[in-house]
């Protein structure tokens, strides 16, 4: 069944809507209206407002019969009664009346056989840039035959006076209906709860109706068709390290593994931070930044020269644009199996190597813990990196059990034969505020010998407490740095640390330990939670 162009079946009564503008048009609007300006070289940079990175507690999922058994509730997914949420969106309709406003209808999953088509209905005209450079983008034939599956309703405007009465915490929300298939979206204009709403819808829906692993990370593929996968939580490294102009960009943070031995995008671009960009360091993202582009929450001069240094309105300062604004994209963006898996966790403590390779057990137990700092800006109140446990390097976009997605991948991993590995992109010689961030050009040098196959014949050593095994030698590293005790002046305080850390860990995987196996749970840190030394100390 095909949709119609008719916003009042949604209660969106006498507006004006401007139908799938093209981003030179609505760039024009933006900057007339007065809500945004076009930098130096052309791109349209605009202001989130109160909101500057997602909101994670006030992310609800309408609980109801297709969702009651299957979500994980708890303080991730938080539910909202279908009452509340008929209010909230009668609410927020009545909102969006009599305004003029955006809709885009494009679509997510570049594989065709998962293609979803996708509404979004935007209060602000720069909001309906970012779903156009976000979203895939329908051919006229496909947008004559779209058939709305999803609905994003966007009203940053309308701020709920009353939350208690509804159910939410606060007057921002975002909420996901699986049964009416609707993302709602009030109180913030952070474009990233667009994206994120639907990664979350679609988490629930591959992997229970489809037979596809949703997963939180960025893929590449090089010219021998090797492809390979970034997990990682926010500021980890997805978007820095899959632009890699020796190999072709699938996507740079929502991808899903099929049950026919392939990957897919679910998107049909790239959001990524801004902060200290360089063109010397990443160059493929400095040069996406041009018309078309949409900054967010950077601060430039008159001559509208962009200072990518400056934080002062936000650490998480941030840029989307197609995909096609990268020189070497995969065309379209999906590829087969990957050969190798690449962890990404930024560890404040400076204790986790660089780089290490993981047995199969440690595989699982590292993807069910999630560890990371979270880094400054991407989530309200963080502003200095907080070390935290994230399941699946996404828990805040995973409806279901973290073990459902673990078991999928653990699956599909010893199928598919693939090498994984945990790269430390945080820090080294110390904690954060003491040693110092391990070099982009390390890391990048780490993965480009991974995938040249420059470590399979290197000798490896175990971490006394991590049970990691770190490699020797790499080309193009400093040998010292691979062993992280190496790097801090005081070895003890090295051990104490580390200690410290695994006991972390193992305090986190209490919670899981009933559903792990036995392999899983010996491949977590050596020492027990009674921070006894195992026999390889
Ligand atoms: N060793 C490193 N590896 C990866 N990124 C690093 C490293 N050191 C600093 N960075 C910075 O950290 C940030 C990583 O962010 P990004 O790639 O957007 O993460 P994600 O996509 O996982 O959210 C970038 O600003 C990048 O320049
Ligand atoms: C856009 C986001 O993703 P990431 O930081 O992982 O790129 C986000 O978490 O808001
Ligand atoms: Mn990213």
């Given at each position: 069944m095909k949709t119609n162009r008719n916003l009042e079946v949604y209660g969106i009564k006498n507006v004006t809507a401007n139908w799938n503008l093209s981003p030179e048009i609505l760039q024009k609007i933006t900057v007339e209206k007065g809500m945004g300006r076009e930098t130096k070289n052309g791109t349209l940079a605009i202001n989130t407002g109160k909101f500057t990175g997602r909101s994670p507690q006030d992310r609800f999922i309408v609980k109801d019969a297709y969702t009651t058994d299957k979500v994980w509730w708890g303080k991730t997914n938080k539910p909202v009664s279908q009452e509340n949420f008929d209010k909230l969106k009668n609410k927020v309709t009545g909102y969006l009346s009599n305004k003029e406003l955006y809709v885009r209808d494009g679509f997510v999953c570049a594989d065709p056989a998962f293609k979803t088509d996708i509404r979004t209905v935007t209060e602000y005209p720069w909001s309906s840039s970012f779903v156009f450079n976000m979203f895939l983008r329908p051919s006229d034939e496909e947008l004559a035959n779209f058939d709305e599956e999803w609905l994003v309703l966007c009203a940053p405007g309308y701020v709920c006076e009353d939350p208690k009465a509804y159910g939410i915490r606060q007057g921002n929300f975002s909420i996901i209906n699986f049964t009416d298939k609707i993302a709602l979206i009030g109180g913030s204009a952070y474009t990233g709860e667009i994206k994120k709403g639907i990664f979350s819808a679609l988490n629930l829906i591959l992997p229970i109706e489809k037979d596809v692993l949703p997963m939180h990370c960025s893929a590449n593929v090089g010219e021998d068709g090797d492809t390979a996968i970034f997990f990682g939580l926010s500021g980890t490294g997805k978007t820095t390290l899959s632009a890699d102009p020796s190999r072709k960009l699938i996507g740079d943070d929502e991808h899903g593994w099929t049950a026919n031995n392939t990957i897919f995008n679910f998107e049909g671009g790239c959001y990524a931070k801004a902060i200290d960009l360089t063109e010397e360091k990443e160059p493929d993202i400095f040069r996406a930044i041009k018309p078309g582009a949409l900054l967010e929450n950077v601060v430039f001069d008159k001559e509208g020269n962009v200072d990518y240094m400056d934080g002062s309105i936000t650490q998480n300062t941030r840029v989307s644009y197609p995909i096609y604004h990268i020189d070497n994209i995969a065309k379209p963006s999906y590829a087969n199996n990957p050969t190798n898996i690449f962890f990404l966790t930024a560890d404040a403590f400076g204790v986790l190597p660089p780089v290490s390779k993981l047995t199969p057990g440690q595989a699982a137990y590292h993807f069910i813990s999630g560890y990371?700092?979270?880094?400054?800006?991407?989530?309200?109140?963080?502003?200095?990196?907080?070390?935290?446990?994230?399941?699946?390097?996404?828990?805040?976009?995973?409806?279901?059990?973290?073990?459902?997605?673990?078991?999928?991948?653990?699956?599909?991993?010893?199928?598919?034969?693939?090498?994984?590995?945990?790269?430390?992109?945080?820090?080294?010689?110390?904690?954060?505020?003491?040693?110092?961030?391990?070099?982009?050009?390390?890391?990048?040098?780490?993965?480009?010998?991974?995938?040249?196959?420059?470590?399979?014949?290197?000798?490896?050593?175990?971490?006394?407490?991590?049970?990691?095994?770190?490699?020797?030698?790499?080309?193009?590293?400093?040998?010292?740095?691979?062993?992280?005790?190496?790097?801090?002046?005081?070895?003890?305080?090295?051990?104490?640390?580390?200690?410290?850390?695994?006991?972390?860990?193992?305090?986190?995987?209490?919670?899981?330990?009933?559903?792990?196996?036995?392999?899983?749970?010996?491949?977590?840190?050596?020492i027990d939670e009674h921070h006894h030394l195992g026999e390889h100390f």
């Open positions: 990371t700092a979270k880094v400054a800006g991407t989530e309200a109140g963080i502003t200095e990196p907080v070390p935290s446990f994230s399941a699946c390097f996404g828990e805040p976009f995973m409806p279901l059990h973290p073990t459902k997605y673990a078991e999928m991948l653990s699956k599909k991993m010893t199928e598919a034969g693939v090498n994984v590995w945990l790269i430390n992109t945080g820090w080294s010689g110390g904690p954060y505020g003491t040693g110092s961030r391990i070099k982009l050009k390390y890391t990048r040098a780490m993965i480009t010998e991974i995938l040249n196959g420059s470590l399979d014949t290197i000798e490896f050593e175990q971490h006394p407490i991590f049970g990691l095994f770190m490699p020797k030698y790499c080309p193009n590293v400093p040998t010292e740095m691979l062993n992280p005790m190496n790097t801090w002046l005081n070895k003890g305080a090295y051990i104490s640390k580390a200690i410290h850390l695994a006991h972390f860990f193992h305090l986190n995987f209490e919670k899981f330990a009933n559903e792990a196996s036995e392999h899983i749970i010996e491949g977590g840190p050596l």
